[in-house]
């Protein structure tokens, strides 16, 4: 993307690509702007509907990480013809379709095309206020880092694929990670976050750092309060149950980042695990930290943990604590 021309001098254009941000925004009048995505994958579980809902919630995800309230999506859809049936077609846009519903966002369409595998996701509309946006340029010294959803979707995926997952990790993984980002508006709406990103393919460390990057500061984790998917994550860290894309979301990391020597490999690993629709990691100020795990508890994210914080740090690093 470094290498593609910036179009900067158009002044509605908010937010484009040069902030690594989960969405664009370009506003349409003072207090409207439309936020835009597009995201899609192959498959991480087993039953086409469940893959069709996942795949939805993660594309309307970049919406929520805005502050914005999604407004139309069309499907985006790959199918190997001699290997999918059309039974299995069907469940996988049938479970997209639920999910946009229970967002209420109108799905207007969308395009096919034949493909040697199935993949399948959203290109998403939503819309904004672009005064109560939430965006990677917002972040400010002292901001407390909350997460939404535990760490670890990448493994259990990883161990699916291989015939390694347990049924209870199973249906675990596959409930949070079909599980929709909304607080991300409601948080926005209130003013109370002004700066997010949702934790997906480049794990928690690369989108920590697209954030700091864009906001000129650095950060703080503590290893000790990450919230873990299920306790079959250890055992699987051990068995080497890791993604590719984890491995090099490590790898690249060390530009970054800063372990201290008493991390350990695993937990560093956890840290940089690619997660499919991952939770939010939001920026909040210790005034509005009450509020803020108030809603997150009404709402009943699958975690509502404090991980850290942003500091003052030119270099934009992040420190990761034991």
Sequence with gaps: MRRLPQQTSDPNLLVGSNT????????????????????????????PYDFGQIAAANAL?????????????????AVPEDKLSPATITAILRGG?????????????????????????????????????????????????????????????????RNLASPALTRRVTAV???????????????????????????????????????HVGAQIDTAQIPLLS??????????CVPGGTKSNLAGAAET????????LPIRTLLADAQTSGGLLLCVRPRKL?????????????????????TRDPRSRIIVTA
């Design 20 to 47: 690594a941000d989960d969405a664009g925004v370009y506003r349409v009048r003072g207090n409207l702007a439309l936020v835009q995505t597009v995201d899609f994958f192959t498959p991480v579980v087993d039953d």
């Design 177 to 215: 990670m079909r599980r929709l980002n909304t607080e991300g508006h409601d948080l926005a709406n209130k003013g109370w976050v002004k700066a997010a990103t949702d934790i997906t393919g480049f794990g928690l460390l690369g989108h920590l750092a697209s954030l700091c990057k864009a906001s």
């Design 257 to 264: 980042t800063q372990f201290e020597s008493d991390v350990p």
């Design 97 to 161: 379709a639920a999910k946009t519903a229970q967002a209420g966002c109108a799905l207007v369409g969308g395009h096919t095309i034949r493909n040697p595998e199935p993949i399948y996701g959203l290109s998403v509309t939503g819309i904004v206020d672009p005064r109560r946006m939430m965006t990677n340029a917002a972040a400010r010294p002292g901001d407390l880092l909350v997460l939404t959803k535990p760490l670890g979707i990448g493994i259990a995926t990883t161990a699916i694929k």
């Design 231 to 240: 306790r079959d994550i250890v055992p699987l860290l051990a068995q080497d």
């Design 290 to 310: 009450k509020d803020v795990l108030d809603l997150l508890k009404h709402d009943r994210t699958p975690a509502a943990a404090v991980v850290g914080r942003i």
């Design 61 to 77: 995800s970049d919406v929520y990480a805005m502050g914005g309230r999604p407004l139309t999506a069309l499907n985006l859809l």
